[in-house]
């Protein structure tokens, strides 16, 4: 069954520092891992990711994939209070759905 | 620049009630998800249809229905409504599953009393 498990589960910080998001996952057919960030309502996108290695950045944001150790990190840098939200880690698989983590709660703490 | 929108924004049920959640996108993408999202959790998906007349179950389907008539519209229907489907329901929609991303309409906040 696919599966994808995000940790931690909740992580409180001060503004500046930097956090590391955990998503790891199992599918029987890989096509793409998405990260998407939800404050107070729908789900908004931050990346795709297809291929291992490959670093995608939005400025303070990055993410990166490991296909062979099936999992990906979502970093922040410098944090701000307006990062605080959940931030959700999915997967495309072969048959067609989007595949949601249960996220994870950043507080940034001013 | 409507992209996916979901009415009612609220509602509240009472015990054995039924009612349509409705979903319209005006991207003409041929994939439609309904989900839903208990607190503190993340994206359970219910439904979804690769196209106008096809439909499948997700992962909690039991107590709803859904139709795809048309490539615009896919409306979620909670029949004999009861305290479990208390939840936020978001409809998205997606160009195709190979490698783009879901939108997602602002979600419908449903309690069951």
């Known amino acids: 069954e696919d599966k994808v498990v995000q940790s931690p589960l909740s992580l409180v910080v001060h503004e500046g520092d930097t956090v590391t998001l955990n998503c790891s996952y199992e599918v029987t057919n890989f096509r793409s891992l998405l990260w998407y960030k939800q404050e107070k309502k729908a789900p908004t996108f931050l990346f795709m990711l297809t291929s291992s290695g490959i670093e995608k950045k939005s400025g303070r944001l990055s993410s990166i994939l490991d296909k062979k150790e099936l999992f990906s990190i979502l970093n922040i840098t410098a944090t701000q209070t307006g990062d605080s939200a959940v931030y959700l880690c999915a997967l495309i698989s072969g048959t067609y759905k989007y595949i949601f983590g249960t996220g994870t709660r950043l507080k940034v703490l001013a | 620049n409507a992209g996916v929108t979901q009415t009612p924004k609220f509602r509240i049920l009472k015990i054995g009630q039924s009612m349509t959640l409705q979903c319209t996108q005006d991207?003409?993408?041929?994939?439609m998800y309904w989900y839903r999202q208990d607190p503190g959790m993340g994206l359970k998906l219910i439904y979804y249809s690769v196209g106008a007349g096809i439909t499948d179950k997700g992962e909690v389907p039991n107590g709803y229905n859904v139709s795809r008539s048309t490539t615009e519209d896919f409306p979620l229907r909670l029949e004999l409504a009861a305290p479990s489907q208390t939840s936020v329901y978001f409809c998205?929609?997606?160009?195709?599953?190979?490698?783009?991303?879901?939108?997602f309409g602002q979600g419908t906040r449903l309690t069951v009393v």
């Open positions: 998205a929609s997606s160009y195709s599953v190979v490698n783009t991303e879901a939108f």
């Open positions: 991207m003409n993408h041929n994939y």
